[in-house]
């Protein structure tokens, strides 16, 4: 079954969830996942494929298969081809929107309540079309960016609650990050497990 096919298919019937793993495994999992995506990240334009891969890293985790270091990096070999287009485009749309905003604010322009509404809106529509993008790679990796993208914004809004998660993770993600700088570290970790839990709970009747 695909992804938006398990979105539309709500939280009755599908298989029997898998268990789910031990909690302590699972965190050292997440931390170890985050300090290779953060390196992986370090080029800017490599983040999506980075967090992608994550993704597929951790799902393999948690299904028990092989979760080796060195599965991860060819993981984001493959991820990256063909991301490079994908992630410039989030990068200058986001980079627009955040100059909008700060027209809006520093200048007396007309209309300028509208302009910051809808540019605040816009950069949340592109954080969540990326992120559930990221989700489609990451459990499907067959699929192209392309497709990863326009599926991605259907799932964002066939499945509302899981979108609100993932934008709930992001806003946590960067309350750490504002509170110790550090800790940077460790966010892509969190969203990459944000973005598998999300997934998960699709299977599940008892989300």
Known sequence: MSILAAARAGRGGGDDPAPRPPALPLFAEVMATAVVVVVLCLPVLTAPAALAAGVTHLRRHIEGRSDRVRELLADF???????WLFAAGSLLLAAVLVLNLDIARFTALPGAEVIRVVSIAGLVAVVLVLLRAIEVRGLEPARSWRTAISDGAR???????????????VGLCMTIVWMYTLLVILAPGLLTFA??????????TDF
Do not use: E, F, K, M
């Open 77 to 83: 070999v493959a991820q990256v081809r063909g991301s």
């Open 155 to 169: 799932l964002a809004l066939a499945d509302p609650i899981g979108s609100v998660l993932l934008l709930t993770a």
């Open 195 to 204: 973005i598998v839990g999300v997934a998960s709970r699709r299977g599940r």
